[in-house]
């Protein structure tokens, strides 16, 4: 079994009878898999996603492997809270009595787990989630009222967005008696994942996120840029998938969001050499390399990423 | 042309290839494809339908213009698959690459 699949049933195992059924299938009960049996570690493609602490831990040699893996065990509650929270809160999920409680018990593990290996730690997760849900009201108001928004603005929200992200790699850090200077390189390590992440899953899924309804970020950036080019209001706001698309591109905000991904990744990449995070480092190498193949191919063929994303499949299943 | 370059030209791999290539690199053509591949009838006959034949062709010229000829040309099975993934979406993997960290 996979190691956070471990620790997660290990959780499991501590919560009441009648919450069992729904813990064991949470990632199909929060639509993140299309069956009950999928586990956490089928669900995201990057280690990083659940286990963040675990790329951290050559640095802190001094934390040892339990605490290492308390810490992984909590940013994955985080996380994982963090998803039904949102869930719930946007309608893809019915509410149940089940649920609630489920999210009350992934809070109140990870805030122990954060207390044990570094006090005070969980009242930062909680204000973390306060930073997360406001963030995700603030993008979800602005990219449905199709608003326009710089750069500035989506990295600013988005960082809020993953402010979960943070809490249980600082309380590994802590725990080893990481200094101020090493606790601030985490946090400037994890700001670097978690918006490359993010700068590159918006860049891919806009026409998914766009066709949901809900807005997307490439549409808010591209009309900001538009107005910025054009030197007026882009009051038009067209909704047909076509012309939005045909802004998209013209503006040139995926290739600005794959660069703005691969900056961020760089950033992680050199925090991480400073800690020693040897893991991390290979991780932001093998994104950047990535990159550096699809940006240019984005520069000169506009949406090259998302249809590469959508034809994804047929090459697994055709090419390789 | 040379032996290799003809037998290159002629590798069944090479033209799918080449055709993943020009709709990756060309909004119009991608659209194009998808919207071919939305005629296509769907059906668990053996037989390939009248219409469904007169699809595929159809598809198959176009393909041919876009790379420039040296294109055999898609099959039944070929196209049902493109169809499964491109308009109806259906993921031929055991999961689907979920979002990875934008959703929370």
Known sequence: ?320 | MSALASQTINDPHVQLRRLYTSLLEEQNRFDEFKQLLALYPVSDAEEESDEAQGVRAKLNARINEWLCGHFDGLSAAQVTLWRSIVVEERINVALSPWKESNVY
Not at chain 1, 88 to 93: E, L, Y
């Open chain 1, 1 to 320: 079994m996979n190691s956070i699949d471990a620790l997660y049933a290990g959780f499991v195992s501590t919560l009441p009878a009648a919450l069992l059924p729904l813990a064991r299938s949470l990632p199909h009960a929060l639509g993140l898999a299309p069956t009950e049996q999928a586990s956490w570690s089928d669900v995201f493609s990057h280690p990083v996603t659940l286990e963040a602490p675990h790329l951290f831990a050559a640095a802190f040699p001094g934390a040892g492997p339990e605490r290492v893996r308390s810490a992984i065990l909590a940013h994955a509650l985080s996380v994982i809270e963090a998803f039904g929270t949102d869930r719930i809160a946007d309608g893809q999920v019915r509410v149940t009595t089940e649920l609630t409680q489920l999210l009350v018990e992934l809070r109140r593990g990870r805030d122990a787990i954060l207390e044990e290996l570094a006090p005070g730690l969980g009242d930062v997760a909680r204000a973390a989630d306060r930073e997360t849900n406001e963030a995700i009201l603030e993008e979800n108001a602005l990219l449905r009222r199709l608003g326009a928004a710089t750069f500035e603005e989506y990295r600013r929200i988005s960082l809020a967005k993953q402010a979960v992200g943070f809490p249980g790699s600082l309380a590994l850090a802590r725990s080893a008696g990481a200094t101020e200077l090493e606790q601030e390189l985490v946090r400037r390590t994890l700001a670097g994942v978690w918006l490359g992440l993010q700068f590159e899953d918006d860049a891919t899924d806009w026409e998914d996120d766009w066709r949901r309804g809900g807005g997307a970020w490439a549409v808010s950036l591209a009309r900001r840029r538009l107005e910025s080019v054009s030197d007026q209001r882009a009051d038009e706001r067209p909704t047909e998938p076509d012309l939005v698309r045909r802004r998209v591109h013209r503006m040139r905000v995926l290739h600005s969001m794959l660069r703005g991904a691969r900056h961020q990744y760089r950033t992680a990449w050199r925090y991480a050499r400073v800690l020693g995070a040897t893991s991390l480092v290979r991780w932001a190498e093998q994104r950047m390399k990535h990159l550096d193949v699809v940006i240019p191919l984005e520069a000169r063929h506009a949406g090259y990423v998302v249809r590469a994303m959508k034809l994804a499949p047929w090459a697994r299943e055709v090419l390789t």
